[in-house]
């Protein structure tokens, strides 16, 4: 054959050299076998014995082992051409030379200084860090790209577009995710920083980035007090959105704080939650004074508001209810 190709760490394989015509050999030729090194260095990539092989009217082929090596370098497939020569002048080769081929079977792994990153959505920038492991004895490239998710590219952040080259020196890359602020209040979003490659010897690993909101919403009552007669018609405490755009749901509780006034006995009041977002900024409550026979000072009430929702900012979020006595 004039050309084999082989991995490297696999099996030895033979290369094999025979007398092709009839003619009778009625002596001994002497036929030597030595490689010349092209990309491939022996005793690195290969090895090869340099052997003088003995053709006669018994032997008419002969067979030399050669043996690919294995090592954890990253490379371009590396050639290596074995070579007969001799110096007995009855001698023609038909094929003198048979190159070998060796293919690289090693890869390199290429993934994020983190597989999640968390950035606050304040215009600040995430720096993040792109790591090759492996040898390499070529460069390698890969690409680096957004994939939106629930954060919008060029609302929620800058797109990333890079070309990173790394070669045995240069095996990290520093780069940058600018964040968008704006005045929403919304869910945590999230993207994918991608990697891509046409070179087969990769093995690449995303990451994410979680975009934490850190705008707010204010809510309060319209007013910060009422007077209301004992058993006349029930009243509306409401609470609104007064500052704030909303992408999500936020919840507000609704509850009372007695303080000469009794819930049940001199009103009622339900505890309630109110779902805000962008199609409800306001929500009511029923305040209902309740009558009695008893002549007695004027009682109050607080209506009071709370949320465990970190984007909620309350502007007034205590209401105190008089209730004054008719009997």
Do not use: W
């Not at 409800?280 to 929702?309: K, R, Y």
């Amino acid at each position: 054959m004039e050309s084999i190709s082989v991995v490297e760490g696999s099996n030895p394989v033979s290369i094999c050299f025979r007398v092709l015509n009839e003619e009778t050999l009625a002596r001994n030729v002497a036929v030597n076998v030595s490689s010349s090194s092209n990309t491939a260095v022996i005793g690195v990539d290969y090895n090869l014995p340099s052997s003088v092989f003995i053709f006669n009217s018994s032997v008419n082929e002969h067979c030399v082992s050669f043996v690919p090596l294995e090592d954890d370098i990253i490379e371009n497939t590396e050639t290596v051409t074995v070579v007969l020569s001799t110096s007995d002048p009855a001698v023609n080769f038909d094929i003198s030379r048979e190159t070998v081929s060796i293919t690289d079977n090693d890869r390199a792994s290429i993934d994020f200084s983190q597989a999640e990153f968390t950035i606050r959505e304040d215009g600040s920038t995430l720096s993040y860090s792109v790591i090759l492991t492996g040898n390499l004895d070529r460069s390698i490239v890969v690409s680096v790209n957004d994939i939106p998710g629930t954060a919008t590219r060029d609302v929620d952040y800058s797109n990333v577009s890079e070309t990173i080259t790394f070669t045995n020196s240069s095996k990290r890359f520093t780069g940058a995710l600018r964040i968008i602020n704006d005045s929403i209040v919304e869910t945590t979003e999230t993207l994918i920083l991608a990697l891509s490659s046409s070179d087969p010897s990769v093995d690449l690993v995303n990451a994410t980035v979680s975009i934490a909101d850190v705008s707010n919403v204010s809510i309060g009552f319209t007013m910060e007090s009422i007077s209301v007669v004992e058993g006349s018609n029930p009243v509306s405490i409401c609470v609104k959105v007064n500052e704030g755009i909303l992408a999500r749901n936020v919840a507000v509780n609704v509850s009372s704080s007695s303080n000469t006034a009794v819930i049940g006995v001199d009103y009622s009041l339900p505890s309630s939650v109110f779902i805000f977002n962008s199609s409800v900024n306001e929500h009511c409550v029923s305040f209902v004074p309740l009558e009695d026979d008893i002549i007695e000072n004027t009682e109050t009430v607080a209506v009071l508001l709370s949320t465990s929702d970190p984007a909620v900012n309350f502007d007034i979020s205590r209401e105190t209810v008089s209730i004054t006595d008719n009997d």
